[in-house]
T-cell receptor
Framework: QQPVQSPQAVILREGEDAVINCSSSKALYSVHWYRQKHGEAPVFLMILLKGGEQKGHDKISASFNEKKQQSSLYLTASQLSYSGTYFCGTVSGSARQLTFGSGTQLTVLP | GAGVSQSPSNKVTEKGKDVELRCDPISGHTALYWYRQSLGQGLEFLIYFQGNSAPDKSGLPSDRFSAERTGGSVSTLTIQRTQQEDSAVYLC?????????????FGEGSWLTVV
């Protein structure tokens, strides 16, 4: 079951904040976040495992609410280099394979 | 190699022909995944290999698609009787063990164009 991401696209100015949401109808074991730039392979950002766990590096962080089967990615003081498509991937059910959402296209303008 | 290696990087084929796409995962990684990404679209799961277990083939779109993994390392994705809708980037990825809690590393992809 594919997770649902929102919004589909967001445009912001350099220095502004953004939140990308990911939700699933199934119980989740883990949530993965990736960023993909045009014509390139997806690049790993972070994995979250436990309910309520938060992680972050630099100005990008994420939370995972296991009970609500939701994760959010927070980008603060966005930089031009943050532009790209962000994908959340979820591991759920007995199959334990990683299924990705449809992506959120983020554009940071100067 | 240091990363996931895929070949060919680009392939143009005529409709109806068969194609083989190769993936060489990171050394020591027991889990291997194939995804398909059409232009401007998301990552569509195709198949997942984990060690010696039977692969999860639930994402293969039709019986024209098959994949094997020899010796627990290199994998080949085969598309028979290609159709124009098969045109996409085929991404291979690997992880140390399964995806729960483990970073998945992607290759650069094989761009397939069916004309």
């Amino acid at each position: 079951q594919q997770p649902v991401q929102s919004p589909q696209a967001v445009i912001l100015r350099e220095g502004e904040d953004a939140v990308i949401n990911c939700s699933s109808s199934k119980a989740l074991y883990s949530v993965h976040w990736y960023r993909q730039k045009h014509g390139e392979a997806p690049v790993f950002l972070m994995i979250l495992l436990k309910g309520g766990e938060q992680k972050g590096h630099d100005k990008i962080s994420a939370s995972f609410n296991e009970k609500k089967q939701q994760s959010s990615l927070y980008l603060t003081a966005s930089q031009l280099s943050y532009s790209g498509t962000y994908f959340c991937g979820t591991v759920s059910g007995s199959a334990r394979q990683l299924t990705f959402g449809s992506g959120t296209q983020l554009t940071v303008l100067p | 190699g240091a990363g996931v290696s895929q070949s060919p990087s680009n392939k143009v084929t005529e409709k109806g022909k068969d194609v083989e796409l190769r993936c060489d995962p990171i050394s020591g990684h027991t889990a291997l995944y194939w995804y398909r990404q059409s232009l401007g679209q998301g990552l569509e799961f195709l198949i997942y290999f984990q060690g010696n277990s039977a692969p999860d083939k639930s994402g293969l779109p039709s019986d024209r698609f098959s994949a094997e993994r020899t010796g627990g390392s290199v994998s080949t994705l085969t598309i028979q009787r290609t159709q124009q809708e098969d045109s996409a980037v085929y991404l291979c990825a690997s992880s140390l063990v399964g995806p729960t809690g483990n970073t998945i590393y992607f290759g650069e992809g094989s761009w397939l164009t069916v004309v």
